[in-house]
């Protein structure tokens, strides 16, 4: 019998993650800074989700960016903090994060955003966002587009199998997606398994689906303007973004970035137009 353990070998092993989704140009960070620069942000920035702290650093050094960065990985955290030292790193999580500061734009990539699973934690979330920025301030995202899946299984027709080597270690995935409509989630069952005998790891979790019209309206009642929804181009699209490259105006693909503004609150005495 095969012993199973459970877990997430990437987050547990930041240095893994890091290999298995290579971004040896920034493209992310890049990307970040050049949607921050079209927009005119001010230079504090907050990192979502920051994970091993990559786009963070380079954000901080490259960009000459005043970053902080939060996430829910102990370990992640203090990967960032060995291997992309220079922003402020915080343990938190993205519903009930209070760092006593305030940002000119937040940055929440990779579908992080979709960690919020219900309407109450989206609302949550945007509420912190709110609270965090300075009035104009951005708040940018990158995630799955739910509308990709109306009518599109080629992601669900698994499982999917991928195969990688690390410090003479091969590596093999083997992943199951499913929609779970009532929950209007996203679920993924993965398997892992290492040829240097150690146990196989299975590791579940979920992303939210959510569709442009959603995401207009939470945000508009979070007190933002979109200024932007569309697929790409993007740091994980095909083809990926690169400098000059203009947004499409579509919303179809299975990659969706968002970008809003959070209008100024009245000020005393003013009447909401």
Known sequence: ??????????TDHPELYEERFPDPDRRAARWIEDVLARHGAGSRVLDVGCG????????HHEASREVTGIDTSDAMLAHAATHHPGPGYHRADMRDF?????????????????????????????TRCREHLTPGGLLVAEMRNG???LGNTELLDGPRTNTFAWRGTTYTSHTTLWIDHGAQLLR???????????????QRSAWRLLFPQELRYFLTTAGFEVLALHDGPGPRTEPPWSEGGAPHGTTSS?????IGRLKPHPSNGDTPA
């Open 52 to 59: 091993t702290g990559r786009d963070a650093a380079w954000l």
């Open 254 to 258: 299975d990659r969706l970035h968002l």
């Open 1 to 10: 019998m095969t012993e199973t353990t459970t877990g997430n070998l990437l």
């Open 188 to 202: 993924r069952r993965r398997i892992w398994t290492a040829d240097d005998g150690g146990p196989q790891e299975e």
């Open 147 to 149: 509308a990709f899946f």
């Open 98 to 126: 209070d760092l006593g500061a305030t940002f000119d734009a937040i940055v929440c990539l990779d579908s992080a955003l979709l960690y919020c699973h219900t309407n109450e934690d989206l609302a949550a979330f945007l």
